[in-house]
């Protein structure tokens, strides 16, 4: 798409006539459209788009629709159908009543090109500068840092099957880039077949403490024996470096040992800490956070808020992190980003995680849902057809 950056429309006096007639009061959305005027101007938005190419939606009239969009936490369906039938949604936006809106697909394109070109942040500017404007914001004000939830895309996993389904999609992304490689290989045998041609979620684990320790150092053998086969000189030189194998390596130093005695599981406090220990093969990013015995796989979102007397409170600055992250670690980070905006704070409160404040909201990003209404990081299985049937088995002793 390309974009030729146009002045946002004036109000239609129909649609005006309209809307006063419907909304007599006011509401949120039209009091922002009288109050502020175009909140955001499309050539914001310029470097995300192609100069040559189908014309787009204005992106400064997408922006004005992500902001109501989360105000009343609607979906990208729902905001799209409220483009194409709320009266108040087409004063805001400068529509005719008649306007057929867009197509929902294109709100989360939207996001995708802000984010491919680090133009995110052009949102929230946006509106503090119209805040500051009206006197709404003022710099050497006082503020305050505190942090929620974001739990990961992913469906949490213990610690043995998340070895086993690291196992799995290593074997799945080899079973894409060298498929003949895996099939021939010495190391794979027909055991794997019932072992990682389903999802580690998807079967029981052994029930006794015992068993479940046999079979994890089983799985952790027969990921150094995959490791062994891919250092072998004979194996193709591209396949060592997949993601998925790269994370097999790092995920086995973290849960494994390997000596004279064998494979062995590692015990809790011989692993990695927390901010640095990997918990899921789904999105090697999230960590493990904990805060006043709550526990949760994923990030924090840090949120910077005026607190001055007198005045709304304003969201200023925001930050993603590890869930590990305290407040207090982004203190510097923070003021030097509200400094470069003109927003310098003369007094800042940065919660603890013996002190925490009003922030208590949990996002959940989630694509398809599970058992216990939890995210699955869905992936179609190709090892079933690379490894060899169950009933040629040339699996090893106790395997």
Same mark, same amino acid.
Request: net charge positive.
């Given at each position: 798409?390309?974009?030729?950056?146009?002045?946002?429309?004036?109000?239609?006096? /129909?649609?005006?006539?309209?809307?006063?007639?419907?909304?007599?009061?006011?509401?949120?959305?039209?009091?922002?459209?009288?109050?502020?005027?175009?909140?955001?101007?499309?050539?914001?938005?310029?470097?995300?788009? @192609?100069?040559?190419?189908?014309?787009?939606? /204005?992106? #400064?009239?997408? %922006?004005?629709?992500?902001?109501?969009?989360?105000?009343?936490?609607?979906?990208?369906?729902?905001?799209?159908?409220?483009?194409?039938?709320?009266?108040?949604?087409?004063?805001?936006?400068?529509?005719?009543?008649?306007?057929? #809106?867009?197509?929902? /697909?294109?709100?989360?394109?939207?996001?995708?090109?802000?984010?491919?070109?680090?133009?995110?942040?052009?949102?929230?500017?946006?509106?503090?500068?119209?805040?500051?404007?009206?006197?709404?914001?003022?710099? #050497?004000?006082?503020?305050?840092?505190?942090?929620?939830?974001?739990?990961?895309?992913?469906?949490?996993?213990?610690?043995?099957?998340?070895?086993?389904?690291?196992?799995?999609?290593?074997?799945?992304?080899?079973?894409?880039?060298?498929?003949?490689?895996?099939?021939?290989?010495?190391?794979?045998?027909? $055991?794997?077949?019932?072992?990682?041609?389903?999802?580690?979620?998807?079967?029981?684990?052994?029930?006794? &403490?015992?068993?479940?320790?046999?079979?994890?150092?089983?799985?952790?053998?027969?990921?150094?024996?995959?490791?062994?086969?891919?250092?072998?000189?004979?194996?193709?030189?591209?396949?060592?470096?997949?993601?998925?194998?790269?994370?097999?390596?790092?995920?086995?130093?973290?849960?494994?040992?390997?000596?004279?005695?064998?494979?062995?599981?590692?015990?809790?406090?011989?692993?990695?800490?927390?901010?640095?220990?990997?918990?899921?093969?789904?999105?090697?990013?999230?960590?493990?956070?904990?805060?006043?015995? *709550?526990?949760?796989?994923?990030?924090?979102?840090?949120?910077? &808020?005026?607190?001055?007397?007198?005045?709304?409170?304003?969201?200023?600055?925001?930050?993603?992190?590890? @869930? +590990?992250? $305290?407040?207090?670690?982004? +203190?510097? @980070?923070?003021?030097?980003?509200?400094?470069?905006?003109?927003?310098?704070?003369?007094?800042?409160?940065?919660?603890?995680?013996?002190?925490? *404040?009003?922030?208590?909201?949990?996002?959940?990003? *989630?694509?398809? /849902?599970?058992?216990?209404?939890?995210?699955?990081?869905?992936?179609?299985?190709?090892? %079933?057809? +690379?490894?060899?049937?169950?009933?040629?088995?040339?699996?090893?002793?106790?395997?």
């Amino acid at each position: 798409m390309s974009m030729r950056p146009l002045p946002a429309p004036a109000v239609p006096e /129909s649609m005006a006539r309209v809307a006063r007639a419907a909304f007599p009061r006011g509401c949120l959305a039209m009091r922002i459209r009288d109050e502020f005027g175009a909140v955001f101007e499309s050539e914001r938005f310029v470097a995300a788009f @192609a100069p040559r190419g189908g014309p787009s939606v /204005s992106p #400064g009239m997408l %922006a004005l629709v992500s902001v109501l969009q989360y105000a009343e936490r609607l979906t990208d369906r729902q905001a799209a159908d409220a483009v194409r039938g709320r009266i108040d949604w087409k004063y805001t936006l400068g529509l005719q009543l008649a306007d057929p #809106g867009f197509d929902f /697909s294109v709100l989360s394109e939207f996001r995708d090109r802000l984010i491919a070109h680090g133009l995110e942040q052009q949102i929230l500017d946006a509106i503090l500068a119209q805040c500051s404007k009206r006197g709404l914001l003022r710099a #050497g004000g006082r503020a305050r840092t505190d942090s929620t939830h974001v739990i990961a895309c992913i469906r949490d996993l213990n610690r043995l099957e998340f070895v086993t389904e690291t196992m799995r999609c290593a074997l799945e992304a080899l079973a894409v880039a060298a498929p003949a490689w895996l099939a021939g290989t010495d190391a794979v045998n027909a $055991d794997w077949l019932a072992r990682y041609r389903r999802r580690a979620d998807s079967y029981r684990p052994p029930k006794g &403490e015992a068993e479940r320790t046999a079979f994890a150092e089983n799985v952790g053998g027969d990921g150094y024996e995959l490791l062994d086969s891919l250092d072998d000189p004979t194996a193709p030189a591209h396949i060592a470096g997949l993601e998925a194998v790269v994370l097999l390596r790092t995920v086995w130093a973290q849960e494994y040992q390997r000596d004279a005695r064998g494979v062995r599981w590692r015990g809790h406090k011989q692993r990695p800490p927390g901010a640095a220990r990997i918990v899921s093969p789904h999105d090697v990013d999230a960590r493990c956070g904990v805060t006043r015995g *709550s526990a949760w796989d994923g990030y924090k979102t840090h949120l910077t &808020e005026s607190c001055d007397d007198g005045l709304p409170h304003l969201i200023t600055c925001t930050a993603t992190t590890p @869930a +590990t992250t $305290d407040d207090h670690q982004l +203190t510097a @980070a923070v003021h030097d980003a509200l400094t470069e905006r003109g927003l310098p704070s003369t007094t800042w409160t940065a919660a603890t995680p013996a002190r925490r *404040s009003s922030f208590r909201l949990v996002h959940w990003a *989630s694509r398809s /849902s599970g058992r216990s209404g939890r995210p699955v990081a869905d992936r179609p299985c190709r090892v %079933a057809a +690379t490894l060899p049937p169950t009933s040629a088995s040339t699996g090893r002793p106790g395997r």
